[in-house]
């Protein structure tokens, strides 16, 4: 964890984006790390556990961090949640809560109100087209006699 909160830190100060550090842990070796980039690369995905968890995917060589544990130096997004609930690590652990970040200006109670809502209630407008269409593709997967499921 300390060195989630280092890497947080060391954000803070280059300026490449918000103070948020995470690291990924398979049997005691850090195996992948990220702070967050969303200002350096103009990319709002670019969070601290989404950087961490590509570089341990990269190096581990697969798309899922089973047996693997994640220290975040702050309690994870919406988005960060979501992607830890695919990538299966087995443990999360984070320091500062949702609420410390809401304090400083990172509020993601939004989006939690925005996805509980039913879908043509949301303030982002969404709409369903070409459905029919869109189901090839998933007919074509669900007959992939080869695929890898996930």
Not at 66 to 86: D, H, K, N, R, V
Request: proline letters at 5%.
């Amino acid at each position: 964890m300390r060195r989630a909160i280092e890497l947080s830190l060391q954000n803070v100060h280059s300026g490449n984006g918000g103070p948020f550090g995470a690291l990924v842990v398979k049997d005691d070796e850090i195996v992948g790390e990220g702070a967050n980039q969303v200002l350096a690369t103009n990319d709002p995905s670019a969070h601290a556990e989404v950087i961490a968890i590509r570089a341990a995917c990269r190096k581990l060589k697969t798309f899922q961090l089973t047996g693997c544990e994640i220290y975040t130096s702050c309690e994870p997004c919406p988005m960060c949640m979501g992607l830890i609930y695919w990538a299966r690590p087995k443990n999360v652990y984070y320091a500062n809560t949702a609420a410390d970040a809401a304090r400083i200006g990172f509020d993601d109670a939004f989006i939690y109100q925005e996805l509980a809502k039913p879908t043509l209630k949301r303030s982002v407008r969404m709409q369903q087209l070409l459905r029919e269409e869109a189901l090839a593709a998933f007919k074509a997967w669900e007959q992939k006699p080869d695929k890898i499921p996930y």
